[in-house]
Structures are given as C-alpha cells and as structure tokens.
C-alpha cells in the first residue's frame, strides 16, 4: 500500500495537466449536484405561508386535498392525491359547535369577497373586520366600522380616513396590505354565501394547550358530522371524505394560500427528475474523462504490471491516483454550492416559479447536504477508476492493452433499444407520461452512444475517410488516417458533444413546439376583433346588457380561465392529472371563437355540459352525447354531457366549459376578459370602443387581441428549471469537450513531433487539426441530433399531431457553442504544443 500511495502522489505532480481536468469536472459535479440537493431539501420542508391566520392557533378550514383510488393490476389499490385550489368552505353552523368546545376563548369567522372600486385599479380583497384580529392587523388611525357604510382599509391600499372607496366610507386604516375591513353583517351580505365561511380562526382561552384544544375541537366537528359545503351537497367525489380539519402551526396557510401545495408537490417532482438526469449525466461524463485520463498513461500502468504488480497493487494505485484529485475536488464544489443554490432561489421567484405563497426554508442543517453529495461525487470517481482499470488488472501484461470488449457493445445495443422503446411510449402517452418518456428515451440514447463510441467513430470515419484524403490534401489524409487509428479516443470526444446536442434540443424544442403549435392553433381559433378586460366580476346580465347597447358590438363572449381535475387510471394505477381550462359564454361563441368542432355542436354549451379536445376525447373514449366526471378546483365532482368535439385543444384546453358552471366553483374574479366581435369595419370597431370605454369604467380595451392558450400551473416551474438544467448540463458537457480534447490534445505531443521530424510543416499539422476539429464537431452534432430526433418526434406527435420545431436561435447557438468548444479544446493545447517543437 505504500508503493501504491508513493505511485499515486508521483503520477499526480508528473501528469498534472490530466488530472487537473478530471478535478475542474468533479468540482463542478459537486457544485451542481449540491446546489439540486440543497433545492429539492428546501423544497421538501416548503409549506404555505401563515399571514391571515398568524395570530391564530388554531384554524378550521375545508380539506384542500382531492382522493382517487384504484386497484393497479395483480396489486393492492391504490390511492392518488392531488391538491385543490379553490377554497373549500366551512359550513356556518360550525361556529357554534367550535365556540361550544371548553377551552375556546373566541372563534372568529372568515368570510372573503371581492370590492369593485370602479376605478382601473384591479378590486379590493374584503373581510369583516373581526376577521383582521386573526393576523392580528391593528388600527394605526381611526376606529372600527360600525355601521354597514363603515369600512377600514389596509395599510397598503393608499386611502385616508374621510374617504369613500367601493361604496364604503373609511372610518380608519389598518396594518397589512391592500384591503378592505366591514362589519360581519356587510361581509355576509358582500360574500353572497350567508351559509358558507372561509376558515374559523380559533383563540384558546389563557393556559389552554393547543395540541389539547385541537384535540377537542376536532373531536367536536367530528361528532357533530360537519363535513365541508360541498360534501354536504353530496357533491364530493367518491374517496373524499369531505371532513373538517383543525390546522396549526405552518399547516394554517393551507387555508389562505391554495396553489402554494400544487407549487411545491409539482416543483419537488421538476426538482427530482432534473436532479436524476444530472446524477446519470455527471457519472457519463466522469467516468469518460477518469477513463481518458488512465488511457493517456497506459503504458506507464501496463509497465507497473509487467515488472510484477499485482492486480490488487495495480488497483490501489489507480484508485489512489483518483482519490487524491477527487476528495479536494468534491469538499471545493461541496463550498460552491451554497452560493450557487443561493442564487438559483433568488431567481427562480422572479421568473414565477415559486407562488407568493409558497415558504421555502432553508435550517442552517440543510447546508450539511452539501458534504453528502460530495461523498457521492467521491464516490463516482473512484467507481469509474474501478471500472476503468478492471479489465487491465485482471489481464496478463502481454494481453493489458485490449480493444473494448463485446460486453460493452452489447450493453450499448441494448440502451439504443431501450431508448428506442420510450420514445415509442412517449408517442403513446400523453401530458406528464410523453414528456417523461422523451427526456428518458434521450439520456437513455446518448448513454448507449457513449458505450458505442469507437464503433461509431470507426463507422464515421468509414464514411469520411476517402473525402477527407480526397478534399484535404495532406492535411486531410492525416486527418483521417489519424481519426481512423484512434476510433476509441475520437469516440470519447464525440460523446460530450453528443450528449449537450441531444440534451438542449429535447429540453428547449420540446417546449418551443407546444408553443409555436398553441401560438398556431390561437390564431386559427381566435375571431373577435376587440379584447376587454374589465375589473370585477360581470355578471352575465351585465354580459348580455353589454350586447343589447353597446353600439357596434355584434357578439361578445366572456373567458374564465380555470382548473379542473381529472381522475383516470395509467397502466392500471390511479392518477390525478390538474388541467387547465376555459369558461365562455355561449352567447355568440362562434362569432369570436372558432375551436374546429369535428363532432356535436357548441350551441348546447351550458351548465351540465361540457366540450372536449380530441385528441382528449379519443384517450377517454368520449363522443358527443357521453358522460364525462371533472372535479372542479373546489373538489365538488360533476358528471357532464359532452355536447361537442373540437381539435384546436392547445389553444384552448382539452375542456371548454359554461362560464356559469366554472363560476360556481372558482373564487370571485378581480378581472373578467371580453372578446368582441365588431363586425371588422375599422369605423364600427372604433365606434365600438368608445362605446365599451364608457359602458364600462375603467376597462382596458386591445384592438389587436391574442388568445393565450392555457398554462398548466407549473408550466413557469418547469420551464424555469429546464432553463437550469440546460445551462448546467451545457456547462458541464462543455468542460468535459474542454477537459477530453485538452487531455487527447497534450498526450499527442509525441506524434506532434514525430511528424515535424518525418517532414511535415506546422502549417498541415495545423490543417490537420483543424479537419480533425470539424470530424468532431460535425459527427457530434450529426448524432446528437439524430439521438433527439427520435424522443422529440415521438413527443411532438403525442401532444400537436406535428413535426418538432427547433428555434433557428436555437440551432444557430448550439452549433455555434459547439464549435467553439472544439476550438478551445483542441486549438489552443496543439498551438503550445506546436510552438513549443
């Protein structure tokens, strides 16, 4: 063991330049593979945020959870669990039965509803003023309404005692944001749900123990058989319980922040998969360049076992050699993470990746993450040490420098298959399934070429052989006749190029093509000449008044945007799949929307029924006149009759529903956005604004309208960490084409010379490289993208019934990058080693 320490330390200063590309590779491993763990443990800990309920200890709310349960095949049943994010109300009844339970000092009710200011300023949120006790929100002036034209107005809402805002005359100003504070009378009769109540916040009486005071008030709710309003009307899906809960501690935001729980469930997935993509990547990569680096000094290793070291001997010292680059490297990219984590949590808000709602903690002991996967990063360096010098170890000395073996071609035969066949699943499936599939079948295929690299080097050069002796000159022949000699160094060259080539263009077209064939559809399916959003929430008398006197307008239909849940069985298993979708009037529908009906017709688009997305219909097997069940985002369950099909579903949804049906189920609007036909004219259409201007006050009028088809709601989570993935991923395939061709590039020092002895000049030495660069770019970028082809075609199909769709950007930055990369790799080491001869 000695020998193999005093072995190792000597490699370590003789082939520094080696081994400081294997250190930068596992440094930054160790950085990115921090910087996620530190993510996804934040994200874990993440809970809704406590603001309305601070002052609180306890608070009785609705259940915010959706159940679907279902018996895969040859297992148990199993149940699936999906957040809701409308509220789900309290019954009113439940005030007593709280107030009742010993131990309770006050229970206060919640009631919610919106304040039409009438003004372009979007509406006030209301309560009762009880209710601010609850955060607690203090007066700072003034006193607390009385009466019911009396109101005190938040801090953040900029208005003086003295002043009038919706209808209220202000009495005082309180703390905390923009609101507006009635009595509980006003707030009842405002909130129109005099049965119903937001949450009841509960204040235990001085000594009472809350975990106690829990116990007993749930126990209470629970023998009173008070369930939440919509299970009451029998209108909860089957599986849900509809039972009150009594929250404490960070569980009460639950009830004031909704999307905060899809949030971080739909992040924490994101943050996973990004992070197992990277752990296959980096241990790909590191493996590659650990290998490379041992292949540079084969003979030296070869040499120890000829003079008599043993296998075990032989091992020590490579894994030595690794170890004593890779411990440093880890503990320094272990330091890095945290400022990178850092900024990764101060962007991700400010691209709305993260809800307002959402609390991501972040203890002093999730920073000890960090030394975990530095352990692991260790751990993938010695590992690849392990599986690199194996088969040498084992080998007679005559016999250590072998060819790959044929374990290696089949394992990366069998990847290509297995690729091959999740692209084919991706082309399948649909949603969630098709994007998992793709991105799957593309690290799966870039894993196999990187085990086929000398075969599909020497394949490549086969092809490139006689062109490059033809069109090269000198230059070229010795391009090729080089390229052809070393199809197992030119393999690991290619592989990171590879890699970065498939990765970028399955991450970014992916989402470039369901944006270009939404974009497409929106146009196709948008008619209306004039869009308005108008604050408040229009009710469809205001609606249909605004058709009968507005002049010009010949047809104007209202769009709700929405969430609805569908529950429905993958390969047996149950799952919950949140959609989002729209509510229009049916009013005129045709006038301002086209959605290509193939089957049934929109006239009959009420409450009760439902229009459904074809290619949504064929995966249910739905057809005009078929039920449908959609739990709504207040977890109230409703079967509907599909009463049409259409094909523009990414424009508009897979589910295009009644306005008034979509209503009872969302929380009250701050906008409601028009689309209005005018008839074309640019005189009527003018007209037509003017008339809508003053029909509705503070109304934003565009005369050049756009239909925004609709966003899942973690689309910007998701595209927010792609943009990450892709730079980190791009980052380090980068260096490790730096690191590998820097490696190759210094080793050739020797041939360099033995060709300015034999006669060649710098000048073909240099042309050369410069074919061999162009080798390796292009045969790179050829397989990588022939690699992505395959997983975003099948993807592209599965969800646009269309071909992908590259960005020129895109592809211009990639080729661009790429070629730089080469450059620097190769040209910059063979100019030292040139110069230096």
Known sequence: MNAARLLAARSARVHRRAWTAVFAALALTSVLLGAFALAVGSTALGHPRVERYAAAPLVVAGDQTTRYTAKPWGSDPETATAALTERVRVPARALDVVRAVPGVREAVPDRSFQASTGR?????????????????????????????????????????????????RIVGVADGPRALYVTEGEARQRAGRPYALDAIGVLPARGTDAGALRDRVQRALDRAGLRDVGAEGRGRAEGDSGALRVLTGDARGAAEHFHAAPARSGLLELEGAMSATFVLVALLVVSSLVAQALHQRMGELVL???????????????MGEVLRVAAPAAL??????????????????????????????????LFTLPLATAALTVGAASLAALLASVRTAKARPARAVQPPGKGRRTAGLVLLVLGAGSAGTAAAQRGETAAAAASGAAVTLVIGCALLGPWIAEAAMRLLHGPLRRAGGPGGWL?????????????????PVVLVTA????????????????????GQALRADLAVTAPGDLSERALDRLRARTKGVTAATAVLPGTVVLARKETGEPRLERLPVHGVTPHGLSRVLDPDVTGGTLSGLRPGTVAVGADRARALGLAPGSIVRLRFGD??????????????????????????ELARHTRESATTRILVATGGADAVGADAVGALTRALPGARVDRSPALEPPRAEDEAAGEALSTV?????????????????SLVTAGRRGEFTLLRRVGAGCGQARRMLR??????????LVLGTLVAALPLTAFSFAMARALPYVPPALAVTVVVAVAATVWAGTALPARRALGGQ
């Open 120 to 168: 372009a300023s979007r509406p006030l949120p209301g309560r009762s003023w009880g209710a601010a006790a609850l955060a607690p929100y203090a007066l700072r002036e003034g006193r607390a309404p009385r009466a019911a034209h009396e109101a005190v107005a938040g801090g953040g809402s900029g208005v003086r005692p003295g002043q009038r805002i919706a209808g209220q």
């Open 304 to 318: 120890l076992r000829t003079v008599g070291a043993t296998p075990r001997q032989f091992r020590a010292a490579v």
């Open 332 to 365: 320094c990219g272990a330091v890095g993470s945290v400022p990178a984590f850092l900024a990764l949590w101060w962007w991700l808000p400010r691209r709305g990746a993260v809800p307002d709602g959402l609390e991501l903690p972040t203890p002093g002991w």
């Open 479 to 495: 391009a090729a006749a080089n390229c052809t000699a070393n199809s197992r160094r030119l393999g690991a060259v290619i592989t």
């Open 503 to 522: 990765f970028v263009l399955v991450q970014l077209s992916a989402a470039a093509t369901m944006r270009a064939q939404g974009g497409v559809q929106a």
């Open 635 to 660: 977890g109230v369950e409703r079967k509907l009759r599909v009463t049409a099909v259409y094909a523009r579903s990414l424009a508009l949804g897979d589910f295009l529903l009644s306005r008034a």
């Open 725 to 741: 993935a892709v730079a980190a991923i791009g980052a380090f395939a980068a260096l490790a084409v730096l690191s590998t061709l």
């Open 771 to 780: 074919f061999e660069m162009a080798v390796v770019a292009g045969c790179g």
